[in-house]
């Protein structure tokens, strides 16, 4: 069987699997509630579960107290945009063409995530799931292709951009990015609520996100719920209020002070939603996940990737590893390691799979259910390869899912590294001629990726506008 032909076999059954559960009928008689936790540029090791020693996160860690955690937990892109299109959608977004960053033209139908693509929200909205979007888009924002109340989201509280400023009194724009993209106008912009411009927030923009999250599952209790609490914390700006500030004044570096705080916020924000889901005695059967959208960039928000290599941007560890746990009660048992390696696509086919009644599964999905790997020790961890691409660096990587080997390809020289034995990446195996075998076999298999991929990028960055800009501006004047 060609390389190609199996993978789209491997997708054919991700699937059935998405439609079936491996065959498993649930035990629960009313579907589970759903709530994704994604935060902004956090370091690797800045949760307590992954042994963070100078912020405590006692409400992020309970979810991998009370269910499980993935110490190989990965995203799909190393900075958010394509990221985020990777985990609503359940499918590399290289798929589509979504291979940058998108500039928020409001006007543009094409800047952002194509209509080919279907959301989690849209189809858990085939599934009878009240839906709801509290904090960061980034996915794109004309406003009838790619808003996320034309994406399946019922209820959407936040911004479109890629970033926002903290304080209300920051938010003097009415509308997202102005004609030329520039960031600092989109970190001013109002919130809004569903496409309507919200003119008297007056809360510190994470507690926002955390009070209007509490608020949608104290209204929907009463039925299957869809939650995508997606935090801009800690991105920059660093800014925190007082309350969080306080308790980090034993932190002398001012950078992680703030940084702390921020991620304090957050923490709290998590401990008022799963306290919530407790008064209501829905905390056994809601699905919860909590993951960052890539690395920490350390020299921008003081973040920690611990000894991982890299960070946001780069395609080493401390790029795409991130901190990642799961809690289901009902399912999952408490204080469990799942240490083969897992990705953001896998939390769509989870939730696929694991419904209990009737989805509609647009496309081929590229994750796998974790229930039963998680919950069956006997049961091995699929065999499968993680693939990532940076289309504008030709810089591409493949890493065994049952094995410990990662290569990247790129321009200036290709690596290999043994992860298990070097998860700092310090030891490019390629320079001994070492494990020669190992490196075939992952580019033949990177090789067969490219080829179901977009051919390029669906749509230009913020650098090819500028440069777009520039040319245009050049020809005015040369025609005065």
Not at 21 to 29: E, F, I, L, P, R
Request: neutral net charge; proline residues 5%.
């Amino acid at each position: 069987m060609n390389a190609i032909l199996l993978k789209s076999t491997i997708g054919l059954v991700v699937m059935m699997v998405a439609f079936t559960g491996y065959g498993q009928k649930s035990s629960n008689t009313k579907s589970p509630n759903i709530i994704v936790i994604l935060t902004d540029d956090m370091g690797n090791n800045d949760v307590g579960f992954n042994g963070c020693q100078d912020i405590p996160t006692p409400n992020i860690d309970r979810i991998a107290d009370e269910g499980v955690k993935f110490p190989q937990g990965y995203v799909t892109f190393a900075v958010c945009g394509p990221s985020r299109a990777g985990l609503i959608t359940g499918r590399y977004q290289s798929r589509f063409g979504f291979d940058r960053t998108p500039v928020f033209a409001p006007s543009d139908p094409e800047m952002g995530l194509p209509k080919t693509e279907q959301t989690m929200a849209e189809m858990l909205k085939t599934a009878g799931y009240r839906t709801m979007l509290s904090g960061k888009w980034h996915v794109g924002a004309h406003a009838e292709v790619h808003h996320p109340n034309k994406r399946g989201f019922d209820e959407f509280f936040g911004f479109l951009a890629g970033g926002h400023r903290y304080f209300p009194q920051d938010w003097t724009f009415q509308s997202e990015y102005d004609a030329e993209g520039n960031e600092e106008h989109g970190y001013r912009t109002k919130l809004q609520r569903n496409g309507q411009v919200i003119e008297n927030e007056t809360e510190y923009l994470t507690d926002a996100f955390s009070r209007e999250a509490v608020n949608f599952v104290k209204d929907n209790k009463d039925q299957p719920f869809f939650l995508y609490l997606a935090y801009n914390a800690p991105h920059t700006p660093l800014q925190a209020t007082e309350k969080y500030l306080d308790r980090f004044k034993h932190i002398a570096d001012e950078k992680r002070r703030i940084y702390a705080a921020m991620v304090s916020a957050v923490d709290d924000g998590v401990g008022r939603l799963l306290d919530q889901l407790d008064a209501l005695g829905i905390a056994e059967n809601t699905m919860v996940f909590f993951l960052s959208d890539n690395g920490g960039p350390k020299n921008a928000n003081a973040s920690d990737n611990g000894i991982l290599r890299g960070g946001k941007s780069t395609w080493y560890e401390g790029g795409i590893r991130v901190p990642f746990a799961m809690r289901w009660p009902a399912k999952i048992k408490p204080n469990q390691v799942y240490y083969a390696p897992v990705i953001s696509l896998d939390i769509f086919s989870t939730v696929a799979a694991n419904l209990g009644r009737p989805v509609k599964v647009k496309n081929k999905l590229d994750g796998i259910d974790l229930v039963p790997v998680v919950t069956r020790p006997e049961k091995t961890a699929p065999d499968r390869t993680l693939f990532w691409r940076m289309y504008d660096r030709d810089l591409y990587v493949a890493r065994n899912g049952n094995g410990a080997f990662k290569v990247l390809t790129k321009p200036n020289g290709n690596e290999l590294y043994n992860l298990d034995d070097d998860v700092s990446e310090k030891n490019n195996l390629l320079k001994s001629g070492k494990n020669r075998e190992a490196y075939d076999a992952l580019v033949k298999e990177l090789e067969a990726w490219k080829k179901e991929m977009a051919k390029e990028p669906a749509f230009l960055g913020l650098a090819e506008l500028k440069e777009y800009w520039e040319i245009q501006r050049q020809k005015k004047q040369n025609n005065k």
